[in-house]
């Protein structure tokens, strides 16, 4: 299993949000690049970024800093606000390893399946869930589209590489939805499936290898000292 450290972009700051919320935002730093630096130092090859002004707003207002990451010397996947093929392509121009589809993957099956299509496993999904039902637009919006009517949906177009968020596990350093997980795990044993929310301990970080997660992504317990990132790469292999 992988080790994804976060890095979420607002205006060029490092934040998290609690639970998506925009109105409760934590800075963790001004420099990205700076950060990154700290990743690769604990022996991180991947690193999951999130372009939260881009979720709000389908908007790329933070390319230049997702460049930079492009370049860091890890494999980078980035989402948010991205909605159509000129964001995809100019973002796997820059260097980024893979894009996630979130929004677009809910609202738009037909243009979905032509990127999974065209691009292959360069393309992720996000897979946002609130109550069992998918979480769009930053997460401001639930769809009425389910939890397994999505993943169904999204197996039969070749889809390969998830990442699965509980919200109401985000930011919260409460521990994973380990049910939720190991449900998914079993119904769609095709998806290489990532783990996203509330990972707070190094058993949370084995628990997730032992349910055969193809990766987790750490984020606030990070920043907030919970987590020493190189044991949890160390105990994810």
Known sequence: MEIFPAIDLLGGRVVRLERGDYNRVTVYGEDPSAIAEKFTACGAKYLHCV???????????????????????????????????????????????????????????????????????????????????????GWLEVDRLSCDDLLSRLRDQGAKGLIVTDISKDGMLSGTNRDLYTRLIKTYPSFQMTASGGVSTLDDVIAMRQLGMSGTIIGKAYYEGRIDLAKAIEVAR
Request: charged share 20%; hydrophobic share 45%; proline share 1%.
């Open 51 to 137: 372009d939260l002004d881009g979720a709000r707003d389908g908007t790329t207002v933070n390319t230049a800093f997702v460049t930079a990451l492009a370049h860091s010397g890890m494999q980078v996947e980035i989402g948010g606000g991205i909605r159509n093929e000129d964001t995809i392509r100019s973002y796997l121009d820059c260097g980024v390893w893979r894009v996630i589809l979130g929004t677009i993957a809910v609202r738009d099956p037909a243009f979905t399946g032509r990127m999974l299509a065209k691009y292959g496993e360069q393309i992720a999904i996000g897979v946002d869930l609130k109550d069992g039902f998918a979480a769009v637009s």
